[in-house]
Structures are given as C-alpha cells and as structure tokens.
C-alpha cells in the first residue's frame, strides 16, 4: 500500500499532479479542502462542528480536522494507498495521522515536495488571478506573506519526516508530464526499495533517500534501471 503527502506552495501544481499520481497507482485522494466542503454542504455532525468554529473565526481544532480524515480513510477499507493532500500542516498533525495509521497497521511510505522558485509561483499567481479574477492571487505582498506562513509552517514539520527518512524533493519545474515522471520515479523507487525489503534484502533507506532526493534534482533520474546505481549504498545481504 502507498500512502503519500504532497507538500507544495500556492501555485507549485500540486493540486494537478496529485490527480496524475491518483490515476497512475490507483490511489484516493483526500483533500483537506474538499473534506471540509463536503463534511459542511452535507451538514454532517463533523461539519457543523467545523462549521461552528469557522463562523467565529478561529480554526477548526486538530481532532475535529483528523476525525473527518478518519472518516474518509474508512469509506475505502481495500483502497490501494491514500494521497494526503493539505494535511497535516503542522508536527502535532502529523503525530495524530501517524498514530491514526498505526491503530490500522498503516504508515506514511513517503513524503514529495514539488520545490519552485517563490519568483516563478508568485508570476504563476498573478497570471492565475488576472485570469480568475481572484483578489488575493493578484497581490505580490499578500502571496509573499503566504509563502512566510507557509515555509514557518513547514520547516519543522519536513524535519519530523526527514528524521524518519521519508522526505523527498523534486523539482517542479519544466512541462507538466516531466515533473509527473519525476514524481512517479521516486515513487517508482520507494516502492521499489519496501519490495526488497520484503524479500529481506537489508537496505539503508537513510542514505537511499537522501542520495535520491539530491540524483533527482541533479540528474533527474528517467527510470526505474537508474535504481542500480544505488548499489554503492544498498547491502544485499540475505538474513539467515
């Protein structure tokens, strides 16, 4: 099973690569956004709770936000793996998603971020608001502020993952199908590497993952034979 987390800034594409990754390995993708909207419209107990606290002004709490995750995770007990999508946002997030996954024998295999430049988003922005008419996607100083919210948010939440070696990179700039390859051969190759693992093949993923994040962005790895050269840092000892 895969269960990813797309990290990404405003404007970074994420929203339309989560779709290809959906489609490729058959995967649901649950949106915090969409959640919100659907628990709301429907008036569920859980949206009206949401609700409650949005017509005041404050933020939905963290237990409110899992539960309708959980929810939605239940709906598709045979689901081939989960894209998280908007969540979690924060470490103490992470942790409740975390041990919501354990109670059902489940984990993150691996978190992407689509890294690009905050020049390029802001343009990309600008040109989506004069086209939307959205308001706050046409203010250089609204998306930059944004973009600080988004990078205070983030910093110690990528750190939480990357302790648990389980965070990547890629760049997420070029034609649409050239960062979906991009993503798909990290995906391509984690899954690759929890295969080997299966077999009881011994793989340091702490060094894998690393290397990996930095070959993609240098290299741009095409495909999975690129595995291979990752001999150097992968032991093929059988237990006995």
Known sequence: ??????FGK????????????KKKYDLIH??????????????TDLGLLAKS???KGDLVPDNVTIQMLEAEVNKTPNAKGFIF?????????????????????????????????????????INRGKASGRADDQDRSKIQNRFEEYNKKTSTLINYYKSQNKFFEIEGI???????QRLFNVIDLIIRSHQ????????????ASDLLSKCIKVYNYKNLDDFELFSGIITTTEFM
């Open 174 to 180: 070029g034609e649409i199908d050239e960062i979906s």
């Open 196 to 207: 080997m693992t299966d077999k009881n093949v011994v793989i340091d993923i702490g060094l």
């Open 85 to 125: 999508d908007g969540f979690p946002r924060t470490t103490l997030q992470a942790e409740m998603l975390d041990e919501f996954l354990n109670s059902k024998n489940l984990s993150i295999s691996m978190i992407i971020a689509l890294e690009v430049d905050e020049n390029i988003l802001i343009d990309r922005l």
């Open 30 to 43: 649950i949106s915090t956004g969409d959640v919100f909207r659907y628990n709301i419209s429907k008036q």
């Open 10 to 21: 405003p404007g970074s594409g994420k929203g339309t690569q989560a779709e290809f990754i």
């Open 1 to 6: 099973m895969i269960n990813l987390i797309l």
């Open 53 to 55: 606290y949005m017509e």
